[in-house]
């Protein structure tokens, strides 16, 4: 039977939430108490369920599945169903990336983003034969501007350490390669359309658009004409 509320991290609202208990079993011994809850999220009711024990210190707790320190882009499931066959297995490996993400498996993260880009650049430019022919050319077509395209090698290079050299990203260097991750592909993907649909709504110059906040005609201050 369930018994009240319980605060712990939600899997989809990235942070630690009011939730409903929905059931519990207690494990406990003469020596540990520990207890199992089943949970809802009270915000969004993502399930998820925790173990907290006890051996005589503080309350330690486990929580399946782990709690996820970022939540993955809300286009992401348009990348990967709503596209064609070039584009749907950079969505694919953009939820793994995630999912080692969430699993605080940084390198394979890193790894997976490193290539991400190798795959996008690909998909939009055709294999140029090496990296960085493929990244000159990314820029050349409008892909990236130079600004970006620093930012792009900094990851590049930390990707090829974390398979070559043993580096291990902490999550702040994780967290900002992520970040121009969804951005460029953002960018790719999803501005241009979003663009469009806007500039669809934008009257043509020289066209006058009724304010919606205007009075009707009725209710405007009449005006009377000036005495002589």
Known sequence: MGDGTKQAPCI?????????????????????RDVYYFLACAGCGAVSMAD????????????YPSPISRKPPEWLWKLRFLFGDSERPLGELLHEIYEAVQGKQNRLALMGIRAFFEQLMIAKVGDQGTFNANLNKFL???????????AIKHILESG??????????????????????????????????EAKEVAARVPPRGSVVKSEGSLPPHLTRPT???PS
């Open 52 to 63: 907290i024990w006890n051996a005589g210190g503080q309350d330690e707790a486990a929580y």
């Open 140 to 150: 050349e077509e409008g892909f990236i501007a130079k600004i970006q395209l620093t």
């Open 224 to 226: 009377f004409p000036n």
């Open 12 to 32: 989809m609202c990235a942070r630690v939430t009011a939730h409903h208990v929905l059931a519990r079993q207690d494990r406990s011994d003469d020596d540990v």
């Open 160 to 193: 090829h350490a974390a398979i070559h050299r043993g580096y291990k990203p902490v999550e702040h260097d994780l967290s900002t390669a992520l970040n121009i991750l969804e951005a460029i592909t953002e960018t790719i993907y999803f501005h241009e359309q």
